[in-house]
């Protein structure tokens, strides 16, 4: 098992920036994805932002260029630095992770951007 646990959302201006983390414990050493996904009201979940095992990322085309992932697995950590935030960006914000058996998921963390 490994539990996920975000922290770093919150009410952000249009331009401005929000850093968002996730800490996993457990079973740790059979993670090999580690990302992020968004929901908005009324949508489906999407991905966001994937960094593999062997160091590749996969972004969804919407933020790309205003988000970076990175992850350290030495302190079992994944982050999702988000620049130029805009109104379409407002999600709840999902930590995920995947090794050869399953999928784990956050609670989640509220993201919001308005003036």
Request: with cysteine.
């Amino acid at each position: 098992q490994v539990q996920l646990v975000e922290s770093g959302g919150g009410l952000v201006q249009p331009g401005g920036s929000l850093r968002l983390s996730c800490a996993a414990s457990g079973s740790t050493f059979r993670i090999r994805n580690m990302g992020w996904y968004r929901q908005a009201p009324g949508k489906q979940r999407e991905l966001v932002a994937l960094s593999f095992l062997d160091g590749s990322t996969n972004y969804a085309d919407s933020v790309k260029g205003r988000f970076t992932i990175s992850r350290d697995d030495a302190k079992d950590t994944v982050s999702l630095q988000m620049n130029s935030l805009n109104s379409e960006d407002t999600a709840v914000y999902y930590c995920n992770a995947a090794d050869q058996f399953r999928t784990y998921w956050g609670q989640g963390t509220q993201v919001t951007v308005s003036s």
